[in-house]
């Protein structure tokens, strides 16, 4: 079910999960249900090593709960990879993905495209491109992607294919294929380029104006406060730490200002709960702003 306002939650399981006692991923959709959020993004960063009978108890428990499910896909994707055996894996680790989604209910596949590698940025991302159609083929022999989309992610290192145009080429290889936005990434990789309403504005409007109106309304996308370096992203912070941005406030003023719904999934460093409940917080006082 589509929520007539934004999804908020959490990538993966937080410390405090841990602490309250939980051990399994089974427990975090009513773990995080409780604390008033209403997605969660299961990690198969590395390796999707779920049964079909986990997948389907997390199915049903996110359904009864209306708790909107993703799954990131293992981090050893190279979309960019010249090597036939790595490539070749990259296929086999976003069809297992997908079809772990499937069983699960999740309606995306988030995934890191690749290194750029010794070849040319263009180049590398058209050789991403042709091998990301390949994939899309495959999948929708398997019926894959007829409730699920492939989105990859916006990244933070400058090493990395993922530039917002590049993902953005990479999501007009089909429509199933859509943009997760990582804004903590993009604002890494940026030296802290998202200062200003403006700088969240010119990011959804680009997204809006070469992929449509109705990927930005439903955008998935990520926040946290993040540390980085010259070459980019160094690690995600918490919002506790005050000296690291991105500042959600200004993209909640946009959201609540155009009535999008996107999924916004916190993945800060083991307080991503409660980060997320934080940002839903500052959401819904963006809204009562709007109102007045």
Not at 13 to 23: H, I, M, T
Not at 58 to 87: C, F, V, W
Not at 102 to 112: C, I, L, N, S, T
Not at 176 to 188: G, K, Q
Request: glycine residues 8%.
């Amino acid at each position: 079910m589509a929520l007539n306002r934004p999804r908020f939650g959490a990538g993966g399981n937080s410390d405090g999960f841990y602490a309250a006692g939980y051990k399994s991923s089974l427990d975090a959709c009513e773990y995080l249900y409780r604390m008033g959020l209403s997605a969660y993004e299961y990690e198969c960063t590395h390796g999707v090593r779920i049964s079909d009978a986990f997948c389907a108890s997390m199915r049903k428990t996110a359904q009864a709960l209306d708790m909107g499910l993703s799954i990131h896909a293992p981090y050893y994707i190279n979309l960019a990879s010249q090597d036939e055996a790595i490539r070749e894996k990259s296929v086999q680790h976003l069809l297992k993905s997908l079809r772990a989604a499937e069983k699960m209910g999740a309606d995306r596949v988030v995934f890191h495209p690749g290194a750029v590698g010794d070849l040319p940025r263009e180049q590398a991302l058209e050789s991403a491109a042709m091998l990301l159609e390949d994939i899309v083929t495959l999948a929708d022999r398997e019926g894959l992607l007829d409730a699920v989309y492939l989105c990859p992610e916006t990244m933070g290192k400058k090493g990395q294919l993922g530039t917002l145009g590049e993902v953005l080429r990479l999501c007009e290889v089909a429509e199933s294929v859509r943009p997760t936005v990582d804004f903590a990434h993009i604002h890494a990789l940026t030296g802290g380029g998202l200062q200003r309403r403006e700088d969240f504005e010119h990011i959804l409007h680009k997204i809006e104006r070469r992929l449509g109106e109705d990927v930005v309304d439903r955008l998935h996308i990520h926040f946290s406060p993040i540390e980085y370096t010259k070459a980019g992203e160094r690690r995600h912070r918490i919002l506790a730490e005050k000296e690291f941005g991105p500042d959600f406030e200004l993209l909640a003023d946009i959201l609540a200002e155009q009535g999008w719904k996107p999924t916004v999934i916190c993945e800060s460093a083991g307080t991503q709960d409660v980060d997320a409940v934080t940002f839903q917080q500052i959401y819904d006082a963006a809204c009562r702003d709007h109102v007045r």
